[in-house]
């Protein structure tokens, strides 16, 4: 595997470890964040797997369009999302970064993870 693919690779994990603890320490809306920021950086090193290139695009539903990903899998994307928006602008329109709960900063997390399994498995 390519180095570049392996350092995409390597952020994806540390950030979805940041997403864990994020959510284990109450920072609810950084946890989202994190698990948006895992799924993008997992998203973009399976796009140069499959030997494609990439725009600097946040939008997760694109990137696992790009990568012929499931309906399911394309499903998650667009539940996890919204973080970044959310995390990023605290006057969002979506979501105040604040109201994120607990459940759905571990929801978040969770999806991450199952995206992030599946390009894992892709890249064997």
């Excluded at 350092?7 to 940041?18: H, I």
């Amino acid at each position: 595997m390519k180095e570049e693919i392996k350092l995409w690779w390597s952020y994806a994990e540390a950030d979805l470890k940041t997403a864990e603890h994020a959510a284990e320490a109450g920072d609810y809306y950084a946890a989202g964040f994190w698990a948006q920021q895992a799924v993008e950086k997992g998203l973009k090193a399976l796009v140069l797997y499959k030997g494609s290139e990439f725009r600097k695009i946040h939008d997760l539903e694109t990137l696992a369009k790009k990568v012929d990903a499931t309906a399911a899998i394309i499903d998650k994307c667009k539940k996890i999302s919204p973080a970044y928006t959310i995390a990023r602008y605290p006057d969002a329109a979506l979501k105040p970064a604040k109201s994120v709960t607990k459940e759905e900063a571990e929801e978040l997390v969770k999806l991450a993870k199952e995206v992030l399994e599946w390009a894992k498995n892709q890249m064997r």
